[in-house]
């Protein structure tokens, strides 16, 4: 069954002064689809952010959210859209409910219906038992996740989530994640970071803006294929010459961290571990360890940048 298109960007762009913060940024969101948006500090995803959930005009370009026009109908399209902010907007003297209960009135849900969003809300995020806990006395993920219940108590159409996992520990990521894997089942969602491993474990497609420009728009798949280390670190009993390792053709440059330890640089692909196991052997190098380094962020924006065709392209 085809997906229906929840959110339309079309040449986006936005000048603070003189200098333009983003240009030409194209996307579309399909229902029940999560979407990382990836940006350095500076890059414009912030800017991004900020138009896609109206709280700035862009300079140039169109938002459609479900065919509504964001800036010629904000009031209209914002109904559609939850959001919640990197600093979750809390009030901590207030108990779960009652701020559950604020947030929906905010929202303009019918009276009638208050109670029913509020315990739908409560029981997705898994906070029904804190209903009347104050907030303040609830624990970093907990918080977390009374954010995220604000933001879908209106049942949008669209969930733009800004760093959600920021600041938790590795079982309140693992739960954030999963949640908002099950908001996704009937809404489409934007998961905004800065770190890779969260978006990789969390979405199903990339968006990576840089210098204003977006640098890749495909699936989390293509990303992988996409991007490859292009280094790894070897730990030998018997460790060769530098210029021993450099007879394996892919590999171009070799230097020693310690006396045992290696960090090669080849072009090409990973097989090169392969080569230089199958060599070890022959050589009795005796290979310890091999792994390939986790490629950083910074140098995934420079490879993207350095491989796209111009510096308006999309990759997709």
Request: aromatic content about 6%; overall charge neutral; hydrophobic content about 40%.
């Amino acid at each position: 069954m085809e997906t229906t298109t929840i959110v339309r960007v079309e040449d986006l762009s936005h000048q603070y002064s003189k200098d333009w913060a983003i240009q030409n940024i194209n996307f579309e969101i399909k229902e029940n689809r999560i979407l990382g948006l990836l940006g350095s500090n500076g890059a414009g995803k912030s800017t991004t952010m900020n138009i896609l959930c109206g709280v700035l005009n862009q300079t140039k370009g169109n938002i459609y959210i479900d065919g509504i026009n964001l800036k010629e109908n904000p009031v209209e399209a914002k109904k559609l859209i939850g959001f919640l902010p990197q600093t979750p907007p809390l009030h901590l003297d207030l108990t779960v409910d009652e701020y559950l209960i604020h947030c929906a009135q905010l929202r303009l849900v019918p009276k009638e219906n208050l109670r029913n969003a509020v315990e739908k809300a409560k029981e997705k995020c898994g906070i029904s038992h804190f209903s009347h806990r104050l907030i303040k006395n609830l624990s970093g993920g907990y918080r977390q996740r009374v954010g995220i219940a604000q933001a879908i108590i209106h049942e949008p159409k669209l969930v733009v989530l800004d760093e959600p996992t920021n600041g938790l520990d590795p079982n309140q990521i693992l739960e954030v994640r999963n949640l908002i894997k099950k908001i996704a089942q009937d809404k489409a969602v934007i998961f905004s970071s800065h770190i890779l491993s969260e978006v990789q474990a969390t979405c199903q497609d990339i968006k990576m803006i840089e210098n204003g420009h977006m640098v890749f728009s495909d699936t989390l798949d293509a990303f992988n294929n996409y991007i490859e280390a292009d280094k790894l670190t070897a730990s030998f009993e018997n460790p060769p010459a530098v210029d021993a390792l450099k007879e394996i053709p892919e590999i171009t440059d070799a230097v020693y961290l310690s006396p045992k330890k290696v960090q090669i640089t080849f072009s090409g692909t990973q097989e090169v571990a392969e080569k230089i196991v199958s060599l070890s052997v022959q050589k009795n190098w005796k290979l310890r360890e091999i792994q390939f380094e986790k490629v950083s962020l910074d140098e995934i924006f420079a490879q993207l940048s350095k491989k796209a065709p111009s510096k308006n392209a999309i990759l997709s």
